[in-house]
C-alpha cells in the first residue's frame, strides 16, 4: 500500500507537487482567515502556496474563485476524515512518519554545501569523458584483512601501468568487472549522475591520456583512464521501431530479422505513417502502444551504435536508416533535442537529484562544519579532555559537577557531558562517540527547527498530513464502494445506459488520382472491397499472369483473385488450378467466383486500397484502408456501403472514398461499459458525498480577502 500511495497520493489534489518550492511573499495580511468551515480557520498564506504550485505544475494560471472551490472541496474531506479519527489511528500515523522522513531529508543539508554541489554538478554536466577502468572488487563492510589485499593487488596494477604496461592489457587479465574481457574494461561516454559519485569525480579530476589515482567506491578499488573529452551532446528524445532477435538467434535468424526492418523502412521511405507502423510493426512491447517513444536520455544511455546515430539525426521527424543493436535492429525517428539550459533553469531540479546522489552523503563533513557555524556551536574543551582521559567513561565514573558540565552549545541550548554518557557506546571510542554526539544533535537542532527556517517545509508537511487522510477517506467513501457494491454499480449502469454507446464507425478505402483516365474501374469494387490490379486476362499458367505485376518487399503483398470459369470444368482441372494458383502467389485468397458458358478461364488479380495497389498503377498516387469513427458533424454520416465520394485531395489531386463496410452505434453492455461507467460512478459518489458535507459544515469565505488575492494575482 505505501508505494501505491506514493504514487497517487500527489494527484489526489492538485497543488501537492515538488519537493520544495519556495512560495512568493504574500503582501496580504494574514490576521483574518481567507475561508473558515466550521470553526475551522485557514489563511491567504497556505491557499496561495497550493494555488502557485498547482499553477507551476499546470503552466498556466488558474482563475481563483475556480481554484477556491476545489481547495474548498479539499479542506472539507479533510476535515472530514479527522471528524472519523483517521489522523489518530496507529496505521496512519506510521504511513506519515514515513513521508516525513523522507520530504525533511533535502532540507537537512545546509543550502551553502547543496549550491556547491549544485554548481559543481551543472560544471560537469557541460562536458562527457569516454573512459575505461580496471576493477578489484571488494565489499564496502570488507574486514581490514581483505581490504588490504585488495589494495595490495590494485597496487601491484598500477605499478605495472605506470612502468609502462598496456592499460587494455591490464584490465582483461587483472579487472574483475566481468564485461573487461571483451571491452579492455571501456565504459564509453557518461556525464555527471551516471557513474557513483568518487568514480565521477576521479574521472574529472583526470587529464585526457592519464590515469587516476587509486579510488574507492562501493564496488572496490579502481583505477580510470580518460580516453577523451567533449563538449555534452545534451539529450535526446527518440522514437524507435525494433525487431528483436529470437531468443539464441542463429545466423539465419539475424538475417531475417534484418530483412524485417528493412522492409519497415521501405514503408517509411514511401511515407507511410510512422505511428500507425510502430504499433504494427515494432517489438518493443513497452513503447509500441506510444508510436515507439522513448525516455529522454543522454550520453552512455544507449548501445554506442545507436547512439551515434540518434544524435546524427538533425531535424525533428528525421528518420534514420536501420542501425544494429546487441538486441535487435532498430529505426529510430528523432523527437526533439536539447542542450544542457542553464544554471538557472536546472538549478531546482539539480538540487533535488544531488540531495538523493551519493555526492551529498560524501559531503558530510562539510555540512556539519557549516551547521556549527551557523548555529553557534561551541564546545568546552575543559570537558572534552575530562571525557578523553578516561578510555571506557560512565556516569559512575564522575562526580555528579562533572556530569552537570556543559560539553557544548548549540545556539542557547547546552548539553551536558551526562547527556553524552548515556548514549555513550562502549564498543567505540571517545573520539568516535564525541563526534556522532555532535553530529546527533546537530542534526536533530537542525530538524526540530526546519519549520523555522525553511518556511514552505511548513507546507510541504502539511500537504503531506492532509493528502494522507484525503486518501483514506476517499478510499472509505467513495473508491472501495466501487468495487465492492457491484449491484449499485448495475443500477447505476441501468440507469445511465444511453451514456454508454459505442461510436458508429465506417470503413474507407481512399484512393488518390494523379491521372483520373483510370478511375471508372475503381469506382465499383469486386465484392465491395477489392480494386483491379490487372484486366481481366485469360488464363494459360498463373505465373505469367503474375509477372503482370511487381511486388517489394517492404509490402505485406496478399494478392485476392477473381476467376471466371468455364460450367463444365472438372474436378481435375480445378485441382490443378488451384495448385498452380497456390504454388505462384504466396498470400492470395479467391474473392470472386463466376461460372460462364464460355471453354476458356479468365482471372484477374484484385488488391486492397494499400500499398500493393498503389505500386501496381502509375495513376495512383497513394492508397488506403481505414476505419473511421463517426462524430456528430462527420461528414461521412449517412453514408451507406457501396457509396463512394469523389473529391479534391489537398495535393489538388481527385480522391475516391469509397463506403465499404458500416458499423452502426450499438449499446454497451455493463462489462464493456465498465472502465467508463467505474469513473462516472466514482464522481457520482464523491458529488454525493460533498453535497452531504457542504450541509454538514458551514463554509464562510472572506470576500475582502479574496479580492485582494485577486488584485495581488493581477499585478
Known amino acids: ?106 532540507y537537512l543539508v545546509s543550502e551553502k554545501v547543496n549550491n556547491k554541489l549544485v554548481e559543481e554538478t551543472y560544471n560537469r554536466l557541460q562536458q562527457e569523458i569516454n573512459a575505461s577502468h580496471i576493477l578489484i572488487r571488494l565489499d564496502k ?47 564509453g561516454w557518461f556525464t555527471a549522475f551516471q557513474m557513483v559519485y568518487p568514480f565521477e569525480s576521479a574521472a574529472y579530476q583526470t587529464e585526457i591520456g592519464e590515469v587516476s589515482p587509486i579510488i574507492r567506491t562501493q564496488f ?22 525494433m525487431k528483436r532477435f529470437p531468443p539464441q538467434a542463429s545466423a539465419e535468424d539475424s538475417l531475417n530479422t534484418e530483412k524485417a526492418i528493412r522492409a519497415v523502412y521501405e514503408k517509411l521511405k514511401n511515407d507511410a505513417n510512422w505511428f500507425i507502423l510502430a504499433t504494427k510493426e515494432s517489438e518493443d512491447l513497452s513503447t509500441k502502444d506510444n508510436g515507439g517513444s522513448l525516455p529522454w536520455f543522454g550520453a552512455g544511455r544507449l548501445p554506442a551504435a545507436m547512439e551515434t546515430v540518434a544524435f546524427e539525426l538533425e531535424e525533428k521527424g528525421d528518420i534514420s536508416e536501420p542501425v544494429l543493436s546487441p538486441y535487435g535492429w532498430h529505426i529510430l525517428k528523432l523527437e526533439d533535442k536539447r542542450g544542457v539550459g542553464s544554471l538557472e533553469s536546472m538549478k531546482e531540479s539539480l538540487s533535488m537529484r544531488v540531495q538523493r546522489d551519493q555526492r551529498s552523503q560524501l559531503k558530510e563533513d562539510e555540512v556539519i562544519r557549516k551547521l556549527k557555524e551557523e548555529n553557534q556551536f561551541n564546545k568546552n574543551d575543559e570537558a572534552y579532555s575530562l571525557l578523553k582521559s578516561v578510555k571506557k567513561p560512565s556516569i559512575k565514573t564522575f562526580k555528579k559537577k562533572e556530569l552537570e558540565m556543559n560539553l557544548f552549545t548549540i545556539s542557547e541550548k547546552e548539553y551536558s557531558v551526562r547527556e553524552f554518557l548515556e548514549q555513550f ?27 523555522i527556517k525553511y518556511p514552505e517545509y511548513k507546507f ?12 483514506e477517506i476517499m478510499n472509505q467513501k467513495v473508491w472501495s464502494k466501487i468495487g465492492q457494491d457491484s449491484i449499485a454499480l448495475q443500477n447505476f449502469y441501468d440507469k445511465n445506459r444511453s451514456n454508454y454507446k459505442t461510436s458508429g464507425k465506417i470503413k474507407i478505402a481512399s484512393i488518390i488520382f494523379s491521372d483520373t483516365s483510370s478511375i471508372k474501374p475503381f469506382k465499383n469494387p469486386i465484392k465491395g472491397a477489392y480494386f483491379p490490379l490487372t484486366p481481366q486476362l485469360e488464363y494459360n499458367t498463373s505465373k505469367k499472369i503474375a509477372e503482370k505485376i511487381q511486388t517489394a518487399d517492404s509490402i505485406d503483398a496478399k494478392v485476392f483473385i477473381s476467376l471466371k470459369l468455364p460450367q463444365n470444368i472438372s474436378q481435375n482441372d480445378s485441382l490443378k488450378l488451384f495448385e498452380d494458383l497456390n504454388n505462384t502467389f504466396n498470400n492470395m485468397e479467391v474473392v470472386n467466383l463466376i461460372y460462364s458458358d464460355e471453354n476458356k478461364i479468365y482471372l484477374q488479380l484484385l488488391s486492397e486500397a494499400n500499398d500493393f495497389l498503389t505500386l501496381n498503377n502509375d495513376n ?11 462524430t456528430e458533424n462527420s461528414k461521412w454520416n449517412n453514408k451507406s456501403e457501396g457509396e463512394y465520394i469523389k473529391s479534391v485531395a489537398k495535393s489538388g489531386m481527385i480522391e475516391l472514398n469509397y463506403i465499404l463496410k458500416s458499423y452502426p452505434a450499438r449499446q454497451e453492455s455493463f462489462e464493456d461499459a465498465r472502465p467508463e461507467l467505474m469513473e462516472d460512478y466514482q464522481k457520482h459518489l464523491e458529488k454525493e458525498w460533498l453535497n452531504e458535507l457542504k450541509q454538514k459544515y458551514k463554509v464562510v469565505v472572506n470576500k475582502n480577502i479574496l479580492n485582494k488575492i485577486n488584485s495581488q494575482i493581477e499585478e
Open 1 to 106: 500500500m505505501r508505494n501505491f500511495k506514493s504514487l497517487i497520493i500527489p494527484f489526489l489534489f492538485i497543488f501537492i507537487s515538488s519537493c520544495k518550492t519556495t512560495p512568493k511573499t504574500s503582501t496580504i495580511e494574514v490576521k483574518k482567515p481567507l475561508f473558515t468551515i466550521d470553526t475551522v480557520e485557514v489563511y491567504s498564506d497556505e491557499f496561495l502556496y497550493a494555488y502557485e504550485k498547482s499553477n507551476k505544475n499546470k503552466g498556466e494560471i488558474e482563475p481563483v474563485e475556480q481554484y477556491l472551490d476545489l481547495y474548498i472541496d479539499f479542506q472539507l474531506k479533510v476535515l472530514e476524515a479527522k471528524a472519523e479519527g483517521i489522523d489518530t489511528t496507529e496505521a496512519y500515523l506510521n504511513e506519515l512518519n514515513g513521508y516525513l522522513e523522507e520530504i525533511k531529508k533535502p
Open 141 to 187: 563492510d570488507a574486514n581490514p584483512q581483505d581490504t588490504l589485499k585488495a589494495y595490495q593487488k590494485i597496487s601491484a596494477v598500477k605499478r605495472k601501468i605506470e612502468s609502462g604496461e598496456s592499460f587494455e592489457a591490464l584490465a582483461r587479465e587483472y579487472s574483475e568487472d566481468p564485461s573487461a574481457k571483451s571491452n579492455n574494461g571501456l565504459l
Open 220 to 241: 572496490g578499488y579502481h583505477i580510470i583512464k580518460v580516453n577523451d573529452k567533449r563538449e555534452t551532446m545534451g539529450r535526446i528524445k527518440v522514437a524507435h521501431i
Open 425 to 451: 557506546d562502549t564498543t567505540k571510542t571517545v573520539k568516535v562517540e564525541l563526534e556522532n554526539f555532535e553530529k546527533s544533535e546537530l542534526l536533530q537542532y537542525e530538524e526540530v527547527n526546519l519549520e
Open 460 to 471: 510541504l508537511r502539511q500537504e503531506y498530513k492532509d493528502g494522507l487522510l484525503l486518501f
Open 620 to 630: 495512383i498516387e497513394s492508397a488506403s484502408t481505414e476505419i473511421i469513427e463517426l
